[in-house]
């Protein structure tokens, strides 16, 4: 029988799935904000292991982008996941206030 908490993370990290196959596209300054672009943070939000590089790489990348997925009612709670904020921090990137 799973925990209560494996099964929460499990559930998480499939809809962060769903999310990041449909994407969300939205475009600031020079950067082009497509929440797929995160793909590479999926394993590491959704468990306790360390954000890879590519990771890490694509957050910088998507910085400009945090408050727009933060505004996405679809979005907002994986951004704000305990995991999804200590990969941010693991990755020297702070999550916004917006």
Known sequence: ????????????ALALLVMLV?????????????????????AAISSSSPPSQQCCSKIKEQRPCLCQYLKNPSLRGYVNSPNAKKVATTCGVPIPKC
């Open 22 to 42: 449909a994407g969300t596209r939205v475009t600031t300054a020079a950067v082009t904000c497509v929440v797929t672009e995160l793909a590479p943070c999926a």
């Open 1 to 12: 029988m799973r925990s209560s908490a494996t099964h929460i993370a499990v559930v998480c």
